[in-house]
């Protein structure tokens, strides 16, 4: 089993910045993948971002140049920081792992995003 915890979403104004941080209950050298995924209100949930355990990283072509996901193996914890962000970012935002081929998922933090 895996416990996922976000923090940092927010209310921002276009153009801004927020960063989101994930915690953890494992090693996540341990997982095969964590990453972030978002979903508006009547859309699906889509990825935002990937980082394997090699450290390879994937990104939404909505997000590139935007978004950077990255990993702090010492604190378990895996980050989403977001800059030049637009109201089309606005959605609540999971964490996600994969380990051992199951996917776990955060409770989600919500992002709004002003025009």
């Known amino acids: 089993q895996v416990q996922l915890v976000e923090s940092g979403g927010g209310l921002v104004q276009a153009g801004g910045s927020l960063g989101l941080s994930c915690a953890a209950s494992?090693?996540?050298?341990?997982?095969?993948?964590m990453g972030w995924y978002r979903q508006a209100p009547g859309k699906e949930r889509e990825l935002v971002a990937t980082?394997?355990?090699?450290?390879?990283?994937n990104y939404a072509d909505s997000v590139k140049g935007r978004f950077t996901i990255s990993r702090d193996n010492a604190k378990n914890t895996v980050y989403l920081q977001m800059n030049s962000l637009k109201p089309e970012d606005t959605a609540v935002y999971y964490c996600?792992?994969?380990?051992?081929?199951?996917?776990?998922w955060g409770q989600g933090t919500q992002v709004t995003v002003s025009s």
């Open positions: 980082i394997t355990r090699l450290g390879d990283t």
């Open positions: 494992r090693d996540i050298f341990s997982m095969d993948a």
């Open positions: 996600n792992a994969v380990w051992r081929t199951i996917f776990y």
